[in-house]
């Protein structure tokens, strides 16, 4: 298993740097400064997991009022034609449909606390209907890593951090943040696609992909041409979209008279054991990521990747200072935007640096906080090529955010 390797080899490389510090170069803080990081970390897990927890109930629980009152099932006609071909395994009208729906609606519009939780229902869902319970069914496989592509239409998050840092335009980062994440998850797409042997020249995925490229292109023309109205769109948009989501479930249990408050409550409760299944997955990457920080391990990888770069006779090293986002961004998206505001303040919010961060941090999702929190959820334990295919999203997205950056930025 991909994930099993990656963390067993963080651990290993930061055993070895560690003491090879300690002995050879008499570092005799390395380790102390390893271990208050990793039980930092452990204790930063379980805060994250506690913060979550309220989240998972609130929107598990509107999730369950929705499946209990049919809003679910309309919601997943809308999208059953192009499901359906992507997602076979799942039957006709199943509430999978819907939740992947609110999942990926919330995910475009940079909204994770609602996105979480109906991705984390949407698993639980299609683990229902999964034969082989430890391992990973193609329909979550592919549910996984269209998740883990990020797809974002407004990044939200990104705007106000440049904002924040006193950018002259802040906004300069959205087309290159959705040209990126656009590819990335086209990649992931057709990754998945061809190992499950999915034909992506059906006229209904056509028709589908076609539509979402039209509405891109032209939220992409009108924010253009009016960049003083993206937070002010972004806003509105975001919220009034989710807003309306509840809104809808909340009058289809009027409707069909259900017991709204109890189907609430018995969702919520869901909700909270979901918590309780994700906090062991996730303070072990966690930890995982500490060690391989702390070690100096990412750094002497950048001071390799820069020389290599430079014997390969690249012209331009610039990219280079922005990769520690890029190669954190499948681990830890707070790590990674750590890096990203580090870069504004070094570098300037409105420098290369700083925009290729900004395009980095966008580009994709955290591949391995997914698969911990999403796998970990359900109890899958074999996953397959879902590492695989989510780190290849992150090398298409990160190949091609180098390349925006220099069209754009350069």
């Not at 683990?127 to 890593?145: C, G, R, Y």
């Not at 959205?174 to 656009?182: A, D, E, G, Q, R």
């Not at 060690?291 to 331009?316: H, P, R, T, Y």
Request: glycine content about 8%.
């Amino acid at each position: 298993m991909v994930l099993n390797r990656v963390w067993i080899g963080m651990f290993i490389v930061a055993i070895i740097m560690g003491f090879s510090k300690f002995i050879f170069w008499q570092d005799t803080w390395i380790l102390k400064h390893m271990m208050d990081g990793l039980f930092e970390t452990a204790q930063t897990a379980f805060t994250l997991v506690l913060g979550m927890t309220g989240i998972l109930c609130l929107w598990m629980g509107i999730m369950k009022i929705g499946e209990d009152s049919g809003a679910v099932n309309v919601m997943s006609k809308l999208v059953n034609p192009l499901f359906s071909k992507l997602f076979p395994e799942i039957p006709k009208n199943h509430p999978a449909m819907g939740s992947i729906m609110l999942n990926f609606s919330a995910n475009m519009l940079g909204l994770d606390n609602a996105a979480t939780p109906a991705g984390l229902r949407a698993m639980q869902q299609l683990q229902d209907i999964n034969p082989e319970k430890e391992t990973a069914s193609n329909a979550q496989i592919m549910f996984l890593v269209l998740n883990a592509s990020g797809l974002t239409i407004i990044p939200v998050s990104i705007i106000a951090a440049r904002a924040g840092a006193g950018s002259g335009n802040p906004t300069s980062v959205f087309i290159p943040i959705l040209l990126t994440t656009y590819f990335a998850t086209l990649g992931g797409l057709l990754f998945v696609a061809i190992r499950q042997k999915i034909n992506l020249f059906n006229k209904t995925i056509l028709a589908y992909i076609g539509g979402l490229t039209s509405l891109i292109i032209g939220l992409l023309w009108y924010l253009s041409a009016h960049p003083d109205q993206v937070n002010l769109i972004s806003r509105i948009l975001s919220n009034t979209i989710m807003f309306a989501f509840i809104a809808f479930f909340i009058i289809m249990a009027i409707k069909s008279k259900i017991a709204a408050f109890e189907s609430f409550v018995e969702g919520a409760k869901g909700g909270f054991q979901v918590a309780i299944n994700i906090l062991p997955f996730l303070v072990a990457m966690l930890c995982a990521i500490s060690l391989f920080k702390s070690c100096g391990a990412l750094s002497d990888l950048m001071n390799a990747i820069e020389w290599l770069v430079v014997e390969l006779g690249a012209k331009s090293t610039e990219f280079i200072d922005a990769l520690p986002v890029m190669l954190m961004q499948p681990f830890s998206g707070s790590g990674a935007r750590g890096m990203m505001v580090e870069n504004m303040k070094a570098f300037g919010p409105d420098s290369f640096v700083s925009n290729l961060s900004a395009t980095f941090q966008g580009s994709t999702e955290t591949t391995f906080y997914v698969l911990s929190v999403y796998f970990g959820s359900v109890g899958i334990k074999k996953t397959r090529y879902a590492a695989t295919a989510g780190l290849f999203c992150d090398l298409v997205g990160a190949v091609a955010a180098v390349l925006i950056a220099y069209l754009f930025f350069s």
